[in-house]
Structure formats: structure tokens, C-alpha cells
T-cell receptor
Framework: AQKVTQAQTEISVVEKEDVTLDCVYE???????LFWYKQPPSGELVFLIR??????QNEISGRYSWNFQKSTSSFNFTITASQVVDSAVYFC???????????FGQGTELSVKP | EAQVTQNPRYLITVTGKKLTVTCSQN?????MSWYRQDPGLGLRQIYY???????DKGDVPEGYKVSRKEKRNFPLILESPSPNQTSLYFC???????????FGQGTRLTVV
């Protein structure tokens, strides 16, 4: 069975702090894909990143960075110098070799206070 | 503009009254899905479709129907809604089975 666990239900930080959102996944597939989505207070789901299981390179995009470690089945997301606009619920998701279905974690609600 | 469009955005209905939530995408995507979002549970897939006339059950299909008669449209049908179907619903589409999904704006459904 496939599973995604986001153990942090809520995180609160002060603006300009760095924050890491944890994501641990379970799958028996050797080929799989991992995603992060952002859900701001307005409710829509915004795609942030996709990573396949054969690419363990870390990725940086502006203040966002992702650390993919197959050895620990983790795909963590770090926001550097957080801003109030980063306040949202963040979801980690997984799809296996067959694709077609995203398995979501429960989400982490990030609150960035000024 | 590339997008997934759901309607309505908000709906309050009574138990047992059939309803349809429409979903349309303009990106020529093969895959389309419906998810429901409930507090503490994240998003769970209801149904998905790999192409026209091809659909399959997701994790929570009970009480729902779908159809894919055209590539761009994927309506969600609740034949006899019940209060436990009160939820936030999202339609999504993706180019292939493994590429990122693009989501509609969501439909907040309340069944009383």
C-alpha cells in the first residue's frame, strides 16, 4: 500500500525564519513520483514541484528548496526567510508506477506571523 | 488561459436530491480525477479517468458516479446525496499518468 505522512499538523513561525515541512512516504514501486502542492487561504491547490524516484538531486527555486532522500523515504520542503504570503496548507503527494492517482498526506498548515 | 473549471463553487442541497458538479479542462489532458478534501484526511480520490469512456474507482467511490463522454469534461454525479458527502470537492487533470495535476477552484458542497 502507498502512504504519505506529514507528521506536522500545524507550524507557526515569525517572518524571516526558515521552516522545514516534513514528508515521509511509503511505496513498493521502484518508479514513483512525488509532489508538493500549496493551498492558500483562498482554497485553490497550486502545484509547486514534481520529482521522480530516479532523480535525487535537491532542487532550489528562489526561497523554496526540496530535499529528496530515498534512503529515508523522505521529501522535505524548506522555505528560507519565510514571508506572510507563505501562510497556507502544504500537501505532499505520491503517485506510483501505474499513475493516475495522487496519494496525499494530511497536510501541514503553516502560519507565518509578521 | 490553461485551466480546470468547476461549477458550481458553492452548493447547499437536501438529502436525496440528485446533483451534478461539472468539470471542464482546456489543456487536452488525458487524465482527469475527482478528489474530496476533509479536515484531517487530506485529499482522497473518488474516481479517475484515463481517457474518453475509460473510468475507474479511486479510494472513496461509494455514492458517486462519473462519466467521460468527451475528453474535456468529467462531471461528478451524486444520485442521492447524504450528509456524509458534505465536503470540498476538487476536479483535476494531468497530461499523463505521472505528470503534475492541475486542480479546479473547488466546489464546497453541503448536504442537509
Amino acid at each position: 500500500a502507498q502512504k504519505v505522512t506529514q507528521a506536522q499538523t500545524e507550524i507557526s513561525v515569525v517572518e524571516k525564519e526558515d521552516v522545514t515541512l516534513d514528508c515521509v512516504y511509503e511505496t513498493r514501486d521502484t518508479t514513483y513520483y512525488l509532489f508538493w502542492y500549496k493551498q492558500p487561504p483562498s482554497g485553490e491547490l497550486v502545484f509547486l514541484i514534481r520529482r521522480n524516484s530516479f532523480d535525487e538531486q535537491n532542487e532550489i527555486s528562489g526561497r523554496y528548496s526540496w530535499n529528496f532522500q530515498k534512503s529515508t523515504s523522505s521529501f522535505n520542503f524548506t522555505i528560507t526567510a519565510s514571508q506572510v504570503v507563505d501562510s497556507a496548507v502544504y500537501f505532499c503527494a505520491l503517485t506510483g508506477w501505474e499513475g493516475g492517482k495522487l496519494i496525499f498526506g494530511q497536510g501541514t498548515e503553516l502560519s507565518v506571523k509578521p | 488561459e490553461a485551466q480546470v473549471t468547476q461549477n458550481p463553487r458553492y452548493l447547499i442541497t437536501v438529502t436525496g436530491k440528485k446533483l451534478t458538479v461539472t468539470c471542464s479542462q482546456n489543456m487536452n489532458h488525458e487524465y482527469m480525477s475527482w478528489y474530496r478534501q476533509d479536515p484531517g484526511l487530506g485529499l482522497r480520490q473518488i474516481y479517475y479517468s484515463m481517457n474518453v469512456e475509460v473510468t475507474d474507482k479511486g479510494d472513496v467511490p461509494e455514492g458517486y458516479k462519473v462519466s467521460r463522454k468527451e475528453k474535456r469534461n468529467f462531471p461528478l454525479i451524486l444520485e442521492s446525496p447524504s450528509p456524509n458527502q458534505t465536503s470540498l470537492y476538487f476536479c483535476a487533470s494531468s497530461l499523463t499518468r505521472s505528470t503534475e495535476a492541475f486542480f479546479g477552484q473547488g466546489t464546497r458542497l453541503t448536504v442537509v
